[in-house]
């Protein structure tokens, strides 16, 4: 049976909240007034932060041939 990677579950679930947080940010940013704007842009620009560590974390693991996780 093989072992669930943690760090490569952790990097998934950082990217995939990372992309609904850019979705919400984006959807701020059209569909938002003024007063909501900057809370579009900080939204959007965390969604896109969590991707980039998510996917860092997740395909670095990939990558390290299970280095990474000391395994």
């Known amino acids: 049976m ?4 943690r760090r490569f579950v952790v990097g ?3 990217a995939v909240l990372g992309f609904h947080t850019l979705l ?3 959807a701020l ?9 900057p809370f579009g842009a900080l939204a959007a620009g965390t969604g896109l932060l969590f991707i ?3 996917l860092w974390r997740a395909v670095g693991t990939w990558g390290a041939g299970d280095a990474a ?3």
């Open 12 to 14: 998934a679930i950082a």
């Open 29 to 37: 940013l059209v569909l938002g007034s003024q007063r909501v704007l």
């Open 52 to 54: 980039g560590g998510g």
């Open 2 to 5: 093989a072992r669930i990677n």
């Open 69 to 71: 996780s000391g395994g």
């Open 24 to 26: 919400l940010g984006g």
